[in-house]
């Protein structure tokens, strides 16, 4: 009896907005004012203030003078910190991302399948993927979008790439893919 041996070929997906550029110093200082809310800000401040607060209040019940130290201290070293990690595309890493990459970035080829969002590193050769209902927002700005997911992970989609009216139309398709997807455009 003879069998015959099948080689398993791969579904081939097609590729919607495919685009490619360059993400550099500058696209990522773009990202940066919108990677943190500023809903999150305001929650850290009143947390902050409110932990100094039921400290004042401990103390004023007890008298332990460790308590109104902690309450003066803990705001004045923890707002500082939270400004810190707000930015989240700091100018040290902006330098040493111009210094690992010379040439001035690293060219992305982005493309949207039935299933998911792709990037492809053309630098190192990396392929990530990123199902749709892992997109949380879609900024708009004036050269490219850019897809997030909640872990601030990113799928940048270049404009140049595409015409007026695949752009409208890629907004759409977002939207109809991501149901709970947040579409921020920034302002003209």
């Not at 495919?18 to 809903?39: F, H, M, P, Q, R």
């Not at 630098?123 to 979008?145: Q, V």
């Amino acid at each position: 009896m003879k069998t015959q041996m099948t080689e398993h070929q791969p579904e081939i997906q097609e590729k919607f907005f495919e685009t490619t550029g360059l993400v550099d110093a500058a696209y990522l200082e773009t990202l940066s004012a919108y990677l943190t809310s500023k809903g999150s800000k305001w929650i850290r401040l009143v947390m902050t203030l409110a932990i100094s607060a039921v400290m004042v209040i401990i103390f004023l019940n007890n008298g332990n003078y460790w308590l109104l130290a902690g309450a003066v201290a803990y705001p004045a070293v923890m707002l500082p910190l939270f400004a810190k990690a707000n930015r989240h595309v700091s100018k040290a890493e902006i330098r040493q991302f111009n210094k690992e990459n010379p040439e001035g970035g690293v060219w992305f080829t982005t493309w949207f399948t039935e299933d998911e969002g792709v990037a492809f590193n053309r630098k190192g050769n990396i392929k990530a993927a990123m199902p749709y209902f892992y997109m949380s927002r879609l900024i708009e700005t004036a050269e490219h979008f850019t897809v997030f997911n909640k872990n601030h992970s990113y799928l940048p989609v270049f404009k140049k790439g595409l015409s007026p009216e695949q752009q409208e139309a890629f907004v759409a398709f977002m939207k109809d893919k991501c149901v709970n997807l947040k579409v921020i455009r920034e302002a003209k």
